[in-house]
């Protein structure tokens, strides 16, 4: 595994695009920072250019550098959930490629908990990795799940299957109170019961 995340590591640095597992599906990644591996990316997944990407971060301070204005709860929330299958929404940073927040004022921060994964973030620093599946297909939870399309797309895919076959909850804290965008893998309840501070969540 050790010469897959280094290959998968030197094809990203040269702005190839990879598919990676995480606990809830596989995803394709490119260098956030490379704006043409992230057009690359788009095209491949056949992503409307308007629909902005997530950055998926190794460690707290990575989310403090690319956001601005957080909540004093946000590093237990972290500290809670993180690795794990929840994307927390914040304003974003000037640090915030243009082609990453696409005009928005805010960005979504992604952990993964799959080791390899996060070996392979850590080196890069920041990476976007939606899902690997063609706009309007069904995300690929095993391997087997992947098509021959977008896996012509990528350079290499390390294999490492999910535990939860679940995409992750999205959860804005921008807003007041705090709303679940999209309910996944870690349930409302949870998030109140391990972070009270939050308040209220809708």
């Not at 998926?56 to 690319?66: A, Q, R, W």
């Not at 990453?100 to 992604?110: A, E, L, P, Q, S």
């Not at 063609?134 to 977008?150: K, R």
Request: charged share 20%.
């Amino acid at each position: 595994m050790e010469n897959q995340i280094r290959e998968a590591v030197n094809a990203l640095k040269d702005g190839e695009l990879v598919i990676l597992p995480t606990e809830t599906v596989y995803g394709i990644f490119a260098d956030a920072t490379n704006q043409d591996a992230v057009e690359k990316l788009y095209a491949a997944k056949g992503r409307p250019t308007e629909k902005a990407l997530n950055l998926n971060v190794s460690d707290f301070g990575t989310i403090l550098k690319f956001s601005k204005n957080q909540p004093i709860y946000l590093k237990k929330l972290v500290q809670s959930f993180l690795p794990g299958p929840l994307t927390i929404i914040l304003e974003a940073s000037g640090s915030v490629p243009e082609w990453i927040h696409i005009g928005k004022t805010t960005v979504g921060f992604r952990m993964p908990s799959i080791t390899s994964t996060q070996s392979v973030i850590k080196e890069i620093g920041v990476l976007v990795g939606p899902s690997a599946n063609l706009t309007g297909e069904a995300s690929p939870v095993l391997f087997e799940n992947l098509s021959s399309e977008i896996l012509s797309k990528a350079s290499l895919a390390l294999q490492d299957d999910s535990d939860y076959g679940l995409d992750t909850t999205i959860l804005d804290l921008t807003l007041s109170p705090a709303r679940i965008l999209r309910n996944g893998a870690v349930k409302k309840e949870e998030i109140l019961e391990k972070v009270p501070e939050i308040g209220n969540i809708q």
